[in-house]
């Protein structure tokens, strides 16, 4: 890592958020702007202007659409032979709500 960046971490304000996203993905995140974009409920959405409020929900939406193609892509792979119906079926348990959440917590950010 840069030394200079390794610095201005350091010496963040948000340092400890930056070495929790280490501890749990192995990595510094680049821009912690969108991790906390990403971590911050709508219940506690800061307005920024004229009623508009920045919240998760926005990160939200698209990744739920990146993750099910990402789903949908490795079961159209694994199960080459299978039917449009098995593989909804299949994508469907894999992104619901339910397994994403345990999927959270044994990743800690719950």
């Not at 610095?7 to 680049?30: A, D, E, M, T």
């Not at 998760?56 to 039917?83: C, H, Q, S, W």
């Amino acid at each position: 890592m840069n030394f200079f960046r390794f610095i201005r971490i350091f010496f963040s304000r948000n340092k400890h958020l930056y070495l929790y996203i280490k501890n749990i993905f192995g990595f510094l995140p680049g821009n912690i702007f969108l991790y906390k974009l990403a971590l911050r409920h709508k219940s506690v959405a800061k307005e920024i202007s004229n009623g508009v409020k920045v919240s998760n929900e926005r990160l939200e939406y698209l990744g739920d659409a990146v993750l099910g193609t990402i789903v949908a892509d490795y079961m159209f792979k694994k199960f080459p032979l299978k039917d449009e119906g098995f593989l909804t079926e299949m994508r469907s348990k894999v992104v619901k709500r339910s397994q994403l959440n345990s999927l959270a917590q044994k990743l800690g950010i719950d």
